[in-house]
């Protein structure tokens, strides 16, 4: 049987992660897939040629990589030398990067955007790249918190007299925002967090955080299982509420993200002025406009009272050698589940619920809004209603 190619570029530069790891060869040839790495692809995440060629990759070109039928990056890694008819899977973000998908479009390349996954469906959970970076994202912002705020962070007993253990709020109890808080719990924090979803409570006390109130909450949560937009009314009570019990906080973390969408302000200027000198606000969404309004993308800063504003961005790239290994284990189990049992070839099959989004009348079904498959023979799938709003 002839192998199918699966290439994996190297990354643009500023991106340390690589979609592809060693340790997913087996996994892949055993489906029937050979595997073309360009030369020094995985060399940022600590993954070196020699460690692909000895679990049976080719170490290659670039041209050679992105020659392939099938092609795995982390970001979208331009169309230079791809051939009509691909598969191309990677984080396109097409609300945020219509032009992509017009090149594929007009390349004929078939565009599967794996942050577009239908993440509710238990099929796609080990597949879901937006969950598997989003928990060390998490994780990281933590650790940054810890390493810049000027202060212990667990209770400790000395002879020199106590340490109060420090103060952390962590607004937003998605998937990172809870791993934010079993990290701030793991290092002896007191941990308070908020969500919009009052059905987020139960998680974050799970977790060891305490759950930050507000007068009027209802359950904010779309049917895909995303936090929905709100009032701004609404939206103002819920980061005041956050902002005051903040006020005393060592370390604020901020998670909020809306899908396709500008970061939204969680902490204002004024809150910012309000925290006492010394605190460290890390913004989880510097790269998309930031939820403080403070924050610099890409830089650490000072304010004029003291506090400190982490804006550093991409922070899974910031952990590339085991955010590549989870992201490699969710694009195996993706390509891998295209592969047909008969044909023994790659099939964008149109029943594919990670393809095109759970079907109407289903629990799962979100109207205007189908799986990763974004393009295929130079036309939007029709379940992308809203993405093609935004293409146009």
Avoid at 60 to 69: F, G, K, T
Avoid at 165 to 188: C, D, E, H, N, Y
Avoid at 289 to 303: A, D, F, H, M, Q
Avoid at 364 to 389: E, N, W
């Amino acid at each position: 049987m002839n192998g199918m190619k699966l290439g994996v570029p190297k990354e643009p530069t500023g991106e340390q992660r690589v979609g592809i790891v060693p340790s997913s060869m087996k996994k892949l040839a055993k489906a029937g897939f050979e595997v073309y790495v360009e030369s020094g692809a995985g060399v940022a995440a600590n993954y070196l040629d020699q460690d692909y060629i000895d679990a049976g990759a080719h170490v290659v070109s670039r041209a050679e990589a992105m020659a392939c039928e099938n092609i795995v990056a982390v970001r979208f890694p331009g169309l230079e030398g791809v051939a009509a008819g691909t598969n191309l899977a990677c984080v396109a973000d097409p609300f945020r990067h219509p032009e992509h998908v017009k090149a594929c479009m007009e390349a004929n390349v078939t565009l599967l955007s794996m942050d577009m996954i239908p993440r509710r469906l238990s099929r796609a959970q080990s597949m879901d790249v937006n969950s598997s970076q989003d928990n060390l994202a998490g994780y990281k912002a933590v650790l940054l918190g810890a390493s810049h705020v000027p202060k212990g962070i667990p209770m400790m007993t000395t002879s020199a007299g106590t340490v109060r253990p420090a103060k952390v709020v962590i607004m937003g109890s998605g998937v990172a925002g809870l791993q934010a808080i079993a990290t701030a719990k793991r290092l002896g924090a007191v941990v308070y967090a908020s969500d919009v979803r009052k059905s987020a409570a139960e998680q974050i006390e799970s977790v060891g955080g305490r759950f930050i109130e507000v007068d009027g909450m209802d359950d904010f949560e779309d049917e895909s299982g995303y936090a929905k937009p709100l009032t701004p009314e609404f939206i103002q009570k819920v980061n005041d509420t956050v902002c005051g019990v903040a006020a005393d906080a060592d370390i604020i973390v901020t998670t909020a993200r809306i899908f396709g969408r500008p970061a939204p302000i969680t902490v204002p200027a004024s809150a910012v002025a309000s925290f006492k000198p010394g605190a460290v606000v890390v913004d989880m969404n510097a790269d998309v406009g930031g939820n403080c309004e403070s924050t610099i993308p890409g830089e650490i800063t000072v304010t004029e009272n003291g506090v400190i504003v982490v804006g550093t961005s991409n922070l899974p790239g910031t952990l590339a050698t085991t955010s590549s290994m989870l992201y490699s284990n969710n694009l195996t189990t993706f390509y891998t589940s295209l592969v047909d049992k008969e044909s023994g070839a790659v099939t964008i099959a149109d029943d594919d619920d990670i393809l095109v989004g759970a079907p109407e009348g289903s629990d799962f079904y979100v109207s205007g809004m189908g799986g990763v498959l974004i393009c295929k023979d130079g036309t939007i799938h029709p379940k992308q209603t809203r993405l093609a709003g935004v293409v146009e």
